[in-house]
């Protein structure tokens, strides 16, 4: 059974970075064809994807954040991590990871199709 598990701080100030991690068991952040995302739901709006960095190291960004964010790995300890710098009250919310299923189309790339498991979820809250 393949479980996500986000920790970090559940209150950062303003300005500061803000710093999350998803452990990952039952599968390899590695597996073909996977892909592993950060979304998050401010309060009273929708879902926000962050970013995603792909079983083959391949990172993509939501433009809107691109400057502030960074995603990497730690293949040793089989997680992945969010940083989100210059954090203002506007990033605060429930903060997910999530992995993607993909499939091959018939050039041998991998299309990402769906989210098939998240993580609980954490609440992120920038204050002073």
């Known amino acids: 059974q393949v479980q996500l598990q986000e920790s970090g701080p559940g209150l950062v100030k303003p300005s500061q970075t803000l710093s999350l991690t998803c452990t990952v068991s039952?599968?390899?952040?590695?597996?073909?064809?996977?892909?592993w995302s950060w979304i998050r739901q401010p309060p009273a709006k929708g879902w926000e994807w962050l970013g995603t960095?792909?079983?083959?190291?391949?990172?993509t960004v939501t433009s809107s954040l691109k400057n502030r964010t960074a995603i990497f790995r730690d293949t040793s300890k089989n997680h992945f991590s969010l940083q989100l710098s210059s954090v203002t009250p506007e990033d605060t919310g429930i903060y997910y990871c999530?992995?993607?299923?993909?499939?091959?189309?018939?050039?041998?790339?991998?299309?990402?199709?769906?989210?098939?498991?998240w993580g609980q979820g954490t609440q992120v809250t920038v204050s002073s």
């Open positions: 999530a992995r993607a299923w993909g499939t091959r189309n018939v050039e041998g790339t991998c299309i990402m199709v769906a989210y098939d498991v």
């Open positions: 039952g599968d390899s952040i590695t597996s073909n064809c996977y892909a």
């Open positions: 960095i792909a079983y083959d190291d391949t990172i």
